[in-house]
């Protein structure tokens, strides 16, 4: 049925509601980041939760039918190995207890599913469906089978935000995998959002970097658990007058290309990550990195 | 003495724009190849309320907007709301309901928008001018004006058999 809107009047007062309209969005905007959140939050879990709940719902209608014949073969390959090595099972068991050695993955890990909000302003941001009753905790980092996709933003009670390596928050203290060599990554953007890489910089100039050399993180900055696969160096950004080397990195995971994703509990964990990606063996630090062997999903890790 | 000409815009269409622009853009996850249906809804109710209605919507629809701005919340909102005000007032100053008018009120409408929003978001989550400006605000524009005269006429259809 069509329902004119009213016929618009002119009065002070129309004046007044509409620089008050205009004054209120500014103070939203100065408002301190830490306030800024609640209302941010508040919207997500009133008027846009209906939206959110259909896009998790149509992201697992996908992910079930893009993956169900992937997971099919799996399921398969793992039953034989599950089979055929039933007796190691009791036998590893005994032997860890016997040795006083931990689970090779300590609690802490919890799976989700990625939502893209696709909404101005949240480049480079995701969504989780789990949040703090799941054990995920802010600046929590999020891998993926290939390596590192970001770090979680933001906690609620059942979800959380986070941002993948494209976000210009994004910051990561990294270094090849024998550990002779350190920098700092960060996104870089490029022309187009598709274009983005990311950038290792501070490396001081006596040291160099091949190409293809492996970076993973290095656990220094206390937020990413060292020993997480980041990218691989493909070209020499730039030498700042003979202080530091910079290098351009291909990140490892494609943030378009996550759908399911493992959030690590920094808290509980002090595992070395490193010995979850087999890249073979490496002296270097080096670049092999086409021979190495990715565990392509979370139950590889596990 | 002059007759007051019939409304063409309905809430019901106002409405239905924006629970499209959010089912395209958020659950459909499309981003920016859905129109910008927020600011056509914006900019029709514009032509319609008064002043201060016209910024009370824009203020709220870019707190929805806001609603996954996790670095500039209110930059939305700051840009809706000035983009209310100021298509209420230029209403009456541009006059006309041909399509090449619509077209560059639209087309005008969501690239002041974008630059309004530009300037809002701060230094940190800023682009470079160039980046946002050449092509994509335009085309964006230009996708949101060719839209906004379709939605129009569509309105229009409607409140004449009504």
Redesign the interface.
């Known amino acids: 049925?069509?329902?004119?809107?009213?016929?618009?009047?002119?009065?002070g007062?129309?004046?007044?509601?509409?620089?008050?309209?205009?004054f209120?969005?500014?103070?939203?905007?100065?408002?301190p980041?830490e306030l800024?959140?609640t209302?941010?939050y508040l919207?997500?879990t009133t008027?846009?939760k209906p939206?959110?709940l259909?896009?998790e719902y149509?992201v697992q209608r996908r992910v079930h039918s893009i993956e169900v014949e992937s997971l099919q073969i799996r399921v398969d390959s793992l039953l034989v190995v599950i089979t055929s090595q039933a007796t190691h099972k009791e036998e590893n068991m005994r032997m860890k207890d016997l040795l006083g050695v931990a689970e090779k993955i300590p609690y802490g890990h919890t799976s989700s599913n990625i939502?893209?909000?696709?909404?101005?302003?949240?480049e480079g941001?995701f969504l989780l469906d789990v949040g703090s009753r799941q054990g995920v905790s802010v600046n929590a980092p999020v891998v993926l089978g290939e390596g590192l996709l970001g770090m979680v933003?933001?906690v609620q009670k059942s979800s959380a935000?986070g941002?993948d390596w494209t976000h210009?928050?994004f910051r990561a203290s990294a270094m090849t995998r024998d550990g002779s060599v350190y920098g700092l990554v960060r996104s870089d953007?490029g022309?187009?959002r598709e274009a983005d890489r990311l950038l290792i910089d501070g490396i001081p100039f006596h040291q160099q970097l091949n190409f293809g050399t492996v970076l993973v993180t290095s656990g220094l900055g206390g937020v990413y658990p060292r020993g997480i696969p980041i990218g691989e160096v493909f070209a020499e950004a730039e030498s700042s007058l003979g202080w530091r080397r910079s290098y351009w990195v291909t990140p490892f995971v494609t943030p378009g290309e996550a759908i399911h994703v493992v959030i690590i509990s920094p808290v509980e964990d002090e595992l070395d990550y490193k010995e979850l990606w087999n890249f073979g063996v490496d002296s270097s630090g080096g670049s092999e990195s086409n021979e190495r062997v990715i565990l392509t999903d979370s139950v590889g890790m596990n | 003495m002059q007759a007051?000409a019939?409304?063409r815009?309905?809430?019901?269409l106002?409405l239905f724009l924006v629970v499209l622009h959010?089912?395209l853009?958020?659950?459909?996850?499309?981003?920016?190849s859905a129109p910008d249906l927020f600011v056509v809804a914006l900019l029709l109710?514009t032509r319609?309320?008064?002043?201060?209605?016209?910024?009370?919507l824009?203020?709220l629809l870019?707190?929805?907007?806001?609603?996954?701005?996790?670095?500039?919340?209110?930059?939305?909102?700051?840009s809706?709301?000035?983009l209310?005000?100021v298509s209420?007032r230029i209403r009456d100053i541009f006059v006309g309901d041909s399509a090449i008018f619509m077209a560059a009120y639209f087309f005008l409408g969501k690239f002041l928008r974008d630059l309004l929003?530009w300037i809002?978001?701060g230094d940190?989550?800023r682009?470079p001018f160039i980046?946002i400006f050449l092509p994509d605000a335009l085309l964006a524009a230009t996708y949101v004006g060719l839209v906004g005269v379709g939605v129009s006429m569509v309105s229009e259809t409607?409140?004449r058999?009504?």
Do not use: C, N
């Open positions: 049925m069509y329902r004119p809107i009213q016929k618009r009047e002119r009065s007062q129309s004046k007044f509601f509409a620089l008050s309209s205009v209120f969005s500014l103070l939203l905007l100065y408002l980041a800024q959140e209302p941010a919207i997500r008027v846009l939206f959110i259909a896009q149509l939502i893209r909000p696709g909404t101005p302003g949240s941001l933003q933001d935000v941002i210009f928050q953007p022309g187009f | 007051q019939a409304p815009v309905s809430w019901t106002i959010l089912f853009r958020l659950t459909l996850g499309y981003g920016h109710a319609e309320v008064s002043l201060g209605t016209g910024s009370l824009g203020l870019g707190i929805l907007e806001d609603g996954f701005s996790v670095v500039s919340f209110g930059a939305h909102a700051f809706f709301s000035v209310g005000l209420g929003y809002a978001v940190l989550a682009d980046d409607t409140s058999r009504v």
